[in-house]
């Protein structure tokens, strides 16, 4: 578990022991808003020599103000999107070693959203840090519309490269979680209008699981999958030139 908070990291470690006695978890520290923290993550994975079959994308913020990280990045960009985009990079080797080694397929999970339909309409470039133009839903929605883009780019050289691994997104229904925290108007929707529709916490990881460990998704790869099936994403993520253009943006900011 690569948790910015260790301590609640390792509350959620005891509790799956409990269930779980034999499981083997780990806890370590990742703060996907910093690339050095990202940096430092995977130097440590890598030094572990831990074998790497599956990486999950899941961690995101919705943030109701416009905010920076460290290192000058807006927050959702960075969060959702950047931070897991470099940490993906600096794992494939391992992914690589691990799926030629144990003959097994690797998959790449990250966890997008419906909102990626509701996104600022420029490129990338145009809206990450412009405060005047902020709107926390379209950066949010942005950030999720890179989450499948970058999904499918990956796929496509996964492909071309001809390894054993594959990369998807999803999204994971209308959950009852903590990332409407703070903001107001989508606490209020979720816990009165969208009551009978929200899923709880385990039918949330449902597809992420899904696609992580089914047998049925064998060698698909650069998919949208919500309900644990397939499912259409909205036209701008099926962009491979957008997909294209967002990578050399990314690649260009993490270098
Ligand atoms: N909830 C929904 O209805 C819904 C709908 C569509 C998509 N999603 C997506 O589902 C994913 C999970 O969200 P959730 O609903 O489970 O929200 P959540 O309860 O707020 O969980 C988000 C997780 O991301 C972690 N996180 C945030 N910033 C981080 C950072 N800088 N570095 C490392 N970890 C960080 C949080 O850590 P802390 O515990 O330390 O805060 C938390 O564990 C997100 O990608 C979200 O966009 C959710």
Not at 189 to 215: E, F, M
Not at 221 to 242: H, I, M, V, W, Y
Request: with cysteine; aromatic share 8%; net charge neutral.
């Amino acid at each position: 578990m690569a948790v910015r908070n260790t301590e609640k990291g390792l509350k959620v470690k005891e509790s799956i022991l409990k269930e779980t006695p034999d499981a083997k978890v780990d806890v370590m520290e990742l703060d996907l808003s910093s690339m050095a923290s990202v940096r430092d993550f995977a130097a440590k994975y890598r030094s572990s020599g831990l074998p790497l079959n599956i990486l999950i994308n899941n961690a995101g913020v919705l943030s109701p103000h416009f905010k920076l990280s460290k290192e000058n990045i807006e927050l959702h960009f960075v969060t959702n999107h950047l931070g897991h985009f470099l940490l993906t990079n600096l794992l494939l080797e391992t992914m690589k070693t691990t799926s030629y080694e144990q003959n097994t397929e690797g998959r790449i999970i990250n966890v997008s959203s419906e909102g990626h339909r509701l996104s600022y309409s420029g490129t990338f470039s145009d809206y990450i840090n412009n405060e005047s133009s902020y709107n926390s839903v379209y950066a949010y929605g942005l950030s999720k519309l890179a989450n499948i883009l970058h999904a499918n780019q990956l796929a496509r050289l996964l492909k071309e490269e001809g390894v054993n691994i594959t990369a998807n997104s999803l999204h994971p229904g209308f959950i009852d979680t903590e990332l409407f925290r703070g903001h107001s108007i989508f606490s209020v929707i979720c816990n009165r209008i969208l009551s009978y529709v929200i899923k709880d916490v385990s039918q949330g990881a449902s597809t992420t699981c899904y696609l992580a460990l089914h047998p049925k998704v064998k060698a698909v790869t650069g998919e949208f999958f919500s309900n644990s099936n397939l499912a259409q994403p909205s036209s701008r993520a099926k962009d491979e030139e957008l997909a294209k253009e967002l990578w050399e943006f990314s690649l260009g900011l993490t270098s």
